[in-house]
């Protein structure tokens, strides 16, 4: 039996990745976390609590959430706990090399990358990282209480169909949308086989599911979803898609007019406890800029005039080794560059372990 779950998940896995084309793909690396020695033995770890909200405070953070590790259940695959814990396929995948993706095991150590680096961006309305594949929401801050944020994981679009960085605005909303295909879609589909109609009427075919948000670029929205599994991958052909539940609340918070910044920022620095940190992602495939040629100049490039200062300011020294080699083993999780005794792992030993449930305070009701 477990035999037969392994080679239906893994033929799942190798379907999923074709048909989205992801810019990150299973790799036999050494996990970062041991495998279970005593299932038997395993406390019961104390609840999560979800970070798709969060307030910033009165300095505005730089840095939201906590790394967390939780372990998984007999049955779990990475699409079942991103969804849990408000995370992306990816970035799972990308936070725990060397755990297969679609049988990690009962008992199995996940690390839940839910620290977030705000992306390099004005802090107001919608602010997309396509290379973190993950959705900022910043609502106009009412006077006498704190600013909040939001935060959703995304799946954009596949390569040949990428997500365009920019700036747009919201025009309108929808519930329950049509979606009208454009001709390139159409003709993509036509050679698959398959004719789709000029217009697709509400319903469970709908890949737009049941809300819309409409912006000033043509044909690019920001919308749910009829294949949950396709969010936090290269899934769409351009537009960008959330969770069901998310895009629900979304659709609530924002509003006709409100600002919509896209970036596409593999490295993104923020200040936390005086310490500068550095998370890195995987660069997009697509993305036009040389890393491999000139990646200390274009990561000189991320670091914001701000930081810059305020590392003068402070007289903190960067760690460049530390800069360059988490920059080529980009894993995702938030590490200091300005402390010579930090590390991913000394990260993961002090994150805590929580229960592999729905957090406290999640957005989705689990069903």
Request: hydrophobic share 40%; with cysteine; aromatic share 8%.
């Amino acid at each position: 039996m477990i035999a037969f779950i392994r080679f239906v998940r893994s033929l799942a896995f190798v379907t999923l990745s074709l048909l989205s084309a992801c810019s990150t793909s299973y790799i036999a690396r050494t996990p970062i976390l041991p495998p279970p020695q005593s299932l038997i033995a395993a406390p019961i770890d104390p609840q999560a609590v979800s970070f798709h909200r969060v307030i910033l405070g009165e300095h505005e953070a730089d840095m939201i959430g906590t790394v967390q590790v939780t372990r998984a259940d007999y049955e779990d695959t990475f699409t079942d706990i991103a969804r849990r814990f408000n995370l992306g396929y990816e970035e799972l995948v990308r936070s725990n090399p060397g755990v297969d993706p679609w049988l990690p095991g009962a008992g199995r150590q996940i690390i839940l990358p839910s620290l977030h680096v705000l992306p390099d961006a004005p802090r107001e309305g919608v602010v997309i990282n396509v290379a973190a594949m993950r959705l900022y929401y910043f609502p106009k801050q009412v006077v006498g209480e704190a600013k909040i944020v939001y935060t959703f994981p995304i799946g954009i679009g596949r390569v040949g169909f990428a997500t365009p960085e920019g700036f747009t605005k919201i025009t309108r909303k929808a519930k329950n949308p049509n979606w009208v295909p454009g001709p390139d879609v159409r003709a993509e589909h036509k050679r698959d086989g398959e004719i789709l109609p000029a217009v697709v009427k509400p319903g469970p075919d709908n890949p737009l599911g049941t809300r819309a948000i409409y912006l000033d670029w043509p044909s690019y929205l920001i919308h749910g979803t009829n294949k949950p599994s396709g969010v936090g991958l290269r899934s769409s052909h351009g537009c960008i898609r959330l969770f069901p539940e998310d895009i629900e609340l979304l659709y609530e918070l924002v509003k006709s007019g409100d600002k919509v910044s896209v970036v596409n920022q593999p490295f993104v620095f923020g200040w936390q406890n005086g310490e500068l940190y550095l998370q890195a992602f995987d660069v997009l495939e697509d993305d036009p800029r040389d890393w491999q040629k000139a990646r200390k100049k274009l990561i000189s490039k991320a670091l914001a005039i701000r930081m810059q200062k305020r590392l003068k300011e402070t007289k903190r020294v960067l760690n460049w080794d530390e800069v360059v080699r988490l920059s080529h083993d980009s894993l995702g999780l938030p590490v200091q560059i300005t402390s010579s005794d930090a590390s991913i792992k000394s990260l993961i030993v002090s994150a805590p372990r929580v229960r592999n449930a729905l957090p406290i305070g999640a957005n989705w009701d689990g069903k």
